[in-house]
């Protein structure tokens, strides 16, 4: 004969609501012994039928009050907002509860063949003294507890959805942000490459090269929701060089640092440095009579990562550039909301010489769970 193990017997009890009979069982013989003071003598009531009948009265009728206000009076008053409803009904199912178990203590009299007065000595020999002292008392205490114990899990149930629903929304919300920037980086470099292929055909050969590197790790490399920050950098490093292949003017200097001696273990969301970069080139300056400059730098001290970008400006160009600032960087700001919360500093300074940003972030660890979302 085989051993149940302790989580098959804990699957039969709730499988069949064994245990709710077993916390009634329970609640009420801790209830009687903090009544009497006594746990000998509620063992020694319990051993006799009379003492069964009172007992099981207690256990049986008040778990069905209390059952009818968990699973009939919530849903379809409280839940409903018909509190005043719901209070009187509450109130009349207790007293209902009492008055039945009133009568079950008459009950255990006859089946002891003696007056339930001298039985359980009760005095004045009334059955509004059963009530009052006994019955309503526990049937008060049996119906707290368990609408506590309920409205508590309806709280929790509630809580555990909400949360759900926010974490659903903010997956929607983020998966739309990086939807809208795939299409606004590809329609950008593309249509530069297609203004290459006119002006320099090698330069336009090794635009599509790095363009090719640049979608490879766009679609296969970097569908984790975070990803080695190496990785990142030298995504960036590719995307930068593409771009360098589209400047012609001899009056224009691109100064790059992004350090090497960094934590490799560090990881970083996709595609979250990049769409400062773009808005660089995209909106620097076209002086003819003076230098246009983009710098760039990025370094790491322990894990904080510091990322400057900054670009000339023309004042000609401040309107145009206020009313085409694009889907990309302000994605990119909002995901940094959504995924760095309190972990982040972004500063944009803008004047009529330059545009410079500056990002703080705090990153992770390879060895930390990826549970969080992008």
Request: proline share 3%.
């Amino acid at each position: 004969m085989s051993v149940k193990t302790p989580a098959v017997i804990i699957t039969f009890l709730e499988r069949y609501k064994i245990h709710h009979i077993l916390f009634w069982a329970v609640y009420h013989f801790a209830w009687w012994t903090l009544f009497t003071g006594s746990v000998t003598k509620v063992f020694e009531s319990i051993m006799v039928p009379y003492g069964v009948v009172k007992y099981l009265g207690y256990v049986v009728y008040q778990a069905l009050g209390v059952y009818f206000c968990l699973y009939v009076l919530i849903p379809k008053f409280l839940q409903k907002g018909k509190y005043v409803v719901f209070f009187l009904s509450i109130i009349g199912v207790i007293i209902l509860m009492a008055m039945v178990i009133t009568s079950n203590y008459y009950l255990a009299g006859l089946v002891a063949n003696q007056s339930v007065y001298e039985l359980y000595n009760i005095s004045p020999e009334t059955p509004i003294t059963i009530f009052k002292h006994n019955a309503l008392p526990s049937c008060v205490g049996a119906t707290t507890l368990g609408l506590s114990i309920k409205l508590t899990k309806i709280w929790l149930d509630s809580q555990k959805r909400q949360q759900t629903l926010e974490r659903e929304k903010l997956e929607t919300e983020l998966k739309f942000l990086r939807s809208q920037f795939n299409p606004h980086f590809l329609f950008n470099t593309i249509n530069s490459i297609f203004v290459l292929i006119n002006k320099d055909q090698e330069k336009a050969s090794k635009s599509l090269a790095k363009f090719s590197e640049l979608l490879r790790y766009q679609l296969y490399e970097c569908n984790e929701p975070f990803i080695a920050l190496d990785r990142e950098l030298n995504y960036l490093e590719n995307f930068i060089e593409l771009q360098k292949l589209r400047q012609d003017r001899k009056n224009f200097e691109l100064h790059v640092e992004l350090e090497k001696a960094i934590n490799y273990n560090l990881q970083i969301v996709p595609f979250v440095l990049m769409p400062f970069v773009e808005n660089a080139f995209k909106h620097v300056s076209h002086h003819k009579s003076s230098k246009n400059w983009i710098d760039i730098k990025l370094n790491v001290d322990d894990k904080e990562l510091f990322f400057y970008v900054s670009n000339s400006r023309n004042v000609l160009q401040l309107a145009r550039e206020e009313d085409t600032s694009g889907i990309g960087l302000n994605n990119v700001k909002r995901r940094l909301e959504l995924l760095y919360p309190n972990t982040h500093i972004l500063d944009i300074v803008k004047d009529n010489s330059k545009y410079t940003i500056q990002l703080r972030l705090q990153l992770n660890e390879m060895q930390i769970e990826k549970n969080r979302i992008a």
